[in-house]
């Protein structure tokens, strides 16, 4: 009974969601698609159940604790999906439920792995619900809400500390945390819609508005939907895979950052910023070293082509964008790995992007070379810096736990999937894949196919996977364990 007033909380989050859909059922009815029915009933049921759910638990309406925190963003995760994948399954003929949640929550975690075909004979509206819930899971429909629920009452500070993607370096942004949620998505909705613009405009001839707009979801939530069974190959247009690298950039950075840069009206804060050096760096190291590789292994002929394929892939699967412009599982598998292996740490703490986010993989690093020298010399001191400033030795053991559970979570799982049948390369790369959220594996779930090869058991554990990612280990693990459950 102690938790009802979180059942208040997610009953207001669902009706939020609900109205979500007005947008592809407006663009439903406008071009009369045949999928209008599907948002009307979909529509029905999440106010519906919204609004049963608050009426049995609205004198339970009071403020959050922690704990409340962690449980209301797990049950939005697990539960919203279930009403997003209604369009889906209720307008494309022999879809199962277990595969439109899948589609939903690979949606909303912004992992943007498929497992459906025919993409480009797909209603306009469709497509935009798939693309539009990238652009909502990007920041978190959590955070969204958190903009809304200190108005009625409901404080949010809980929640934005247990949603928001990585560790926030700033504490406390603006005084309110509503104040800072609406300021988050005031920097994501004006680079979304500068995205969209420069989508069509460098691709005009070959991208109309729509297409812009939902590949601005895409890209500006580091999703990797595309309304096109050839993904963003379809276009083979340079202009737009810059476009597309710019921007999948941009959202990889810590959208505190961009609040800040806006808000004081200087660049400084992206100077401050500790962690792009090592971001930028790793990436024109990678996307050099790769670009190398594959012209003297004659994967290429000429290091023009071999530049624009590696950078474009490097920067996609390095920041969870996760679009392809060609099957890069023709490349030799050193290069296959490295790409798949940047998606786990590349993407920095509180931007869109997957993985374990590159202020983690800095404090590592730092972590291991302290070790290496303590080995040479025992009584030494050094503390582990970031930012010039001393790291505690409680966020040093934390980052340990949780790289240690990402690990183990991966060889677990890709264990289980491998023991269902799986080949090992594609249940270690879907595994990869999911919890970075970075969308195409390798083999059969790369870039060329999807994961409509897997059976309903193993579609259901790279659901998991993508959950666990996308809530960053600890936020669903916690709520799984008895000590969460005891008074």
Request: glycine content about 6%; overall charge negative; charged content about 10%.
């Given at each position: 009974?102690?938790?009802?007033?979180?059942?208040?909380?997610?009953?207001?989050?669902?009706?939020?969601?609900?109205?979500?859909?007005?947008?592809?059922?407006?663009?439903?009815?406008?071009?009369?698609?045949?999928?209008?029915?599907?948002?009307?009933?979909?529509?029905?049921?999440?106010?519906?159940?919204?609004?049963?759910?608050?009426?049995?638990?609205?004198?339970?309406?009071?403020?959050?604790?922690?704990?409340?925190?962690?449980?209301?963003?797990?049950?939005?995760?697990?539960?919203?999906?279930?009403?997003?994948?209604?369009?889906?399954?209720?307008?494309?003929?022999?879809?199962?439920?277990?595969?439109?949640?899948?589609?939903?929550?690979?949606?909303?975690?912004?992992?943007?792995?498929?497992?459906?075909?025919?993409?480009?004979?797909?209603?306009?509206?469709?497509?935009?619900?798939?693309?539009?819930?990238?652009?909502?899971?990007?920041?978190?429909?959590?955070?969204?809400?958190?903009?809304?629920?200190?108005?009625?009452g409901i404080g949010g500070r809980q929640l934005f500390k247990a949603e928001t993607p990585g560790p926030m370096k700033e504490s406390s942004l603006t005084p309110r945390i509503a104040e800072t949620a609406r300021g988050l998505y005031v920097v994501y909705f004006l680079l979304t819609i500068v995205c969209a613009l420069a989508l069509y405009y460098f691709g005009m001839r070959d991208m109309d508005g729509w297409d812009a707009v939902m590949h601005a979801f895409t890209i500006m939530g580091l999703g990797g939907f595309s309304s096109r069974d050839a993904g963003f190959g379809h276009y083979a247009s340079l202009e737009l895979e810059l476009v597309a690298m710019g921007f999948a950039l941009l959202a990889g950075i810590n959208y505190a950052t961009h609040f800040l840069a806006l808000r004081f009206r200087n660049l400084r804060p992206y100077r401050d910023d500790s962690e792009l050096p090592y971001y930028f760096g790793a990436l024109t190291v990678s996307i050099l070293g790769l670009t190398a590789y594959l012209v003297f292994v004659g994967a290429y002929d000429d290091v023009a082509t071999a530049l624009r394929h590696v950078a474009f892939h490097s920067i996609s699967m390095a920041t969870s964008l996760g679009l392809a412009t060609i099957d890069f599982t023709v490349w030799p598998m050193f290069a296959q790995l490295w790409i798949l292996f940047l998606g786990s740490f590349i993407a920095c703490s509180g931007s869109t992007g997957g993985g374990i986010k590159m202020v983690r993989a800095i404090i590592l690093y730092k972590q291991l070379f302290r070790e290496l020298l303590r080995a040479m010399h025992p009584t030494m001191v050094r503390p582990v810096t970031l930012g010039g400033a001393p790291v505690s030795e409680s966020v040093l053991h934390a980052v340990l736990g949780f790289s240690f559970i990402y690990m183990a979570s991966i060889v677990s799982l890709t264990l289980l999937l491998s023991a269902s049948g799986l080949p090992i390369v594609t249940a270690f790369s879907a595994v990869v894949a999911c919890i970075n959220n970075t969308g195409p594996g390798l083999d059969a779930v790369g870039p060329a196919s999807n994961f409509s090869v897997l059976t309903d058991f193993q579609t259901w554990v790279c659901t998991f996977t993508m959950l666990l990612g996308r809530l960053e280990l600890f936020t669903l693990l916690v709520v799984l364990t008895p000590a969460f459950w005891r008074k």
């Open positions: 009974m102690r938790h009802l007033q979180v059942l208040n909380a997610l009953a207001v989050v669902l009706a939020i969601f609900a109205l979500t859909m007005l947008l592809p059922l407006g663009v439903s009815w406008y071009y009369r698609d045949g999928a209008e029915f599907a948002y009307d009933e979909a529509i029905l049921l999440a106010l519906g159940s919204a609004a049963v759910l608050w009426l049995l638990t609205r004198r339970r309406s009071r403020d959050l604790t922690v704990r409340d925190g962690f449980l209301l963003v797990v049950l939005t995760w697990t539960v919203v999906p279930i009403y997003a994948a209604l369009p889906l399954w209720l307008h494309i003929a022999d879809l199962s439920f277990t595969d439109a949640y899948f589609e939903a929550v690979s949606g909303l975690t912004t992992t943007g792995a498929t497992l459906l075909t025919g993409l480009d004979a797909l209603p306009v509206s469709i497509n935009l619900w798939r693309m539009q819930l990238h652009w909502l899971g990007g920041m978190g429909v959590i955070v969204l809400a958190v903009a809304i629920l200190p108005l009625l």
